[in-house]
């Protein structure tokens, strides 16, 4: 059972309190993303389960066991970095082979267990090269190599698709997403991206200021976002989050008016993904302004609505088309998809 | 066209003081090589000798130790003073308390006058009133009133201590600065890997820092080929001729000997070795960014 169980950890830099006390249970065989912005505190968490920072209290259990004074090798882990923290000086071979060397198994095993790893990662043809030869998708791939070599407990990834670009983040993206499966281990994986988190996860735990703020499945994340913070942090384009009041059963705002269960308050912010709005031509549509920006994105396009500070975008089909500042109507398609918080909490109301 | 001129002519004034100062000195010392001149007798060169001066040097006893003094000098200087700089570097890489305060006091050495080091470390090392003669004396008595400086192999090892104190806070910020451009995951990666700090330092930090350290190498080779103040001002080429440094030792043919043809001869063939080092760094250095770039 590679279960690793975080309990009340807390880490200061002094005075400055980095992540504040919190536990957390990664089941084992789990792929957890922590997924927050820059500084919010997930690599520390990382650093911390990998041995390579101390905790300043709390304890950290590996398989059941305290592993706090451990070193990094002890703990059973392998690392993948965002810099991919290849040897420069090695071949991709030795790179590939220099857990297993330390760790003392001998040549004829360490030779088949580089073959066999660079086969699964396609880097066969390429063990002979220096990592300065290589590109950032190959360079990717020989620090998940040397990860997965010598079959660790656990995984932890530290935005390790950060540093390549789009098209090959969406390749490698798959590739993590099989390996996982294919090898079961368990993996925790840091990232500001959202779509890697909703994409690679069983269960994501959103940080913020060092706090986890929710801790849950993508798709629960998504659909019932615990707060104001990740309503904004999660989806793309992000949710519209429109502050209003609600007087009589109605949430008001400049050019918006639609019926919410909830009693009268002022201070609300209500939540609606733009593919949860259709664009009408009905007057009378909950949500009227006028045509602020239309932006095609292939398989849909994008339509923004303005009304005074009120902005609303929506997902219309990809030939919709019509003229930036004529009148606009939107509705929402599921009044029970509309998410509304409190705006100086941030809490979800209702 | 006028314009098209202008940058030469600006050159002009810097092109005519390192002519005066370097390309003329050094052209003249060259052809001085090739005559005979003893400036006792005549104040300029007399005939030319061809490359007698040379040859001679090959088969001259004073000239071959001086060569001798100067190959141990350079070879222990150069090893002491990059070992010492790298384990420096590497305990003061980490930012600790002290850490502004010990580097301002880790340049101090490298900020004095080297004729200056080799008059206190002869006062420090002089077996009556020496604070380090004493002090030693003191701990080991076994050392006490050892006449440090008038001993062949002693002299040569405080010659040695002396340039490796003055070249070391140096050679450190090379280091630190080699060990600031080495990304900390690679040592990280080593460490969860199962990497012990020796295996680390060894495998992982000291392979990376080839580059740097073959610079610090051969730039202290060039300066301890050079060396001379501290020869003249703490053993004066001595006991005997002992730490009669190359330098040293055409600076007395030339200016206690005045024999300036042999001399110039003799200066050449230090240049020449230098030459040879610079060179042989150079496509080494070529060869190294070649197999980091490619």
């Known amino acids: 059972m590679a279960e690793v169980r975080l309990v ?8 400055f309190l980095a992540v504040p006390q919190q536990s957390l249970t990664i089941h084992d065989g789990e792929f957890l993303v922590l997924l927050g ?4 505190g997930k690599t520390t968490t990382m ?5 390579l920072e101390d905790i300043t209290s709390g304890d950290i259990m590996i398989k059941g066991e305290r592993v706090n004074d451990k070193p990094p090798k002890d703990r059973d882990i392998a690392m993948v970095f965002q810099n991919y923290g290849l040897y420069p000086h090695m071949t991709v071979r030795q790179n590939i082979e220099y857990p297993l060397k330390l760790r003392g198994v001998d040549k004829a ?7 066999e790893t660079a086969a699964k990662v396609e880097l066969d043809a390429l063990l002979d090269r220096r990592p300065s030869e290589l590109s950032g998708g190959q360079r990717q791939r020989v620090a998940l190599a040397r990860a997965i070599v010598r079959t660790p407990s656990i995984f932890l990834m530290d935005e390790p698709l950060s540093n390549l670009d789009a098209k090959l983040r969406v390749t490698m993206r798959a590739e993590l997403k099989h390996l996982h499966h294919e090898l079961g281990v368990t993996t925790v994986y840091v990232t500001h991206d959202q779509m890697e988190a909703m994409t690679l996860a069983n269960r994501v735990a959103v940080m913020r200021e060092g706090r986890i703020v929710q801790l849950d499945t993508p798709k629960k994340i998504y659909a019932e976002p615990a707060d104001l913070f990740v309503a904004g942090f999660i989806g793309s384009p992000s949710m519209n989050l429109i502050d209003g009041v609600v007087k009589g059963g109605v949430f008001r705002a400049d050019g918006v008016e639609i019926p919410v269960p909830l009693g009268d308050r002022d201070g ?10 259709d664009i009408t031509q009905d007057a009378g549509a909950p949500i009227s302004g006028k045509l602020y920006a239309l932006e095609l994105t292939g398989e849909s396009t994008l339509v923004t609505l303005r009304n005074g500070p009120s902005s609303v975008c929506a997902r219309g089909h990809a030939d919709f088309e019509a003229e930036i500042d004529s009148p606009c109507y939107l509705a929402p398609k599921d009044e029970a998809r509309i998410h509304l918080f409190d705006r100086a909490s941030g809490e979800r109301l209702g | 066209m006028k314009d098209r001129l202008l940058p030469y002519w600006l050159l002009i004034p810097a092109f005519m003081i390192v002519l005066a100062t370097t390309i003329y000195p050094l052209a003249y010392s060259f052809i001085t090589s090739f005559r005979a001149w003893d400036l006792t007798k005549s104040r300029r060169p007399e005939g030319f000798v061809g490359i007698d001066n040379y040859i001679y040097a090959t088969g001259e006893s004073q000239f071959l130790n001086s060569l001798w003094v100067t190959f141990i000098f350079v070879i222990t200087s150069v090893i002491l003073t990059v070992i010492l700089a790298m384990a420096l570097a590497l305990l003061l890489r980490r930012k600790g308390p002290m850490h502004t305060f010990t580097r301002i006091i880790l340049i101090l050495p490298f900020a004095m006058s080297p004729a200056l080091i080799g008059v206190s470390y002869r006062f420090m090392f002089n077996p009556e009133f020496g604070v380090i003669a004493n002090g030693l004396g003191a701990v080991f008595p076994a050392l006490q009133g050892v006449p440090w400086l008038a001993d062949p192999q002693l002299a040569m090892g405080i010659l040695v201590l002396t340039d490796v104190w003055h070249w070391t806070p140096y050679m450190t910020f090379m280091c630190l600065g080699g060990l600031a451009s080495i990304p900390r995951e690679t040592e990280e990666a080593a460490r969860i890997d199962g990497a012990s700090n020796l295996r680390i330092i060894f ?3 000291l392979p990376q820092m080839r580059g740097v350290i073959l610079v610090m190498a051969v730039l202290k080779t060039i300066f301890a080929l050079k060396m001379f103040d501290q020869v003249v001002t703490l053993t004066g080429g001595g006991p005997g001729t002992s730490t009669e440094t190359l330098a040293y030792f055409i600076f007395n043919v030339g200016f206690r000997w005045f024999d300036m043809g042999y001399a110039s001869a003799l200066a050449w063939i230090l240049t020449a070795i230098m030459m040879f080092i610079s060179i042989w760094y150079v496509r080494m250095l070529l060869s190294e960014r070649k197999m980091a770039t490619a």
């Open chain 1, 8 to 15: 009340d950890i807390e880490k200061k830099y002094g005075a």
């Open chain 1, 37 to 40: 912005p820059s500084g919010c």
């Open chain 1, 47 to 51: 650093r911390m389960i990998a041995g």
């Open chain 1, 109 to 115: 095993t360490r030779k088949a267990r580089v073959q």
């Open chain 1, 268 to 277: 609300v912010v209500l939540g609606i993904r733009p593919e949860e709005i």
């Open chain 2, 203 to 205: 495998g992982i930090i």
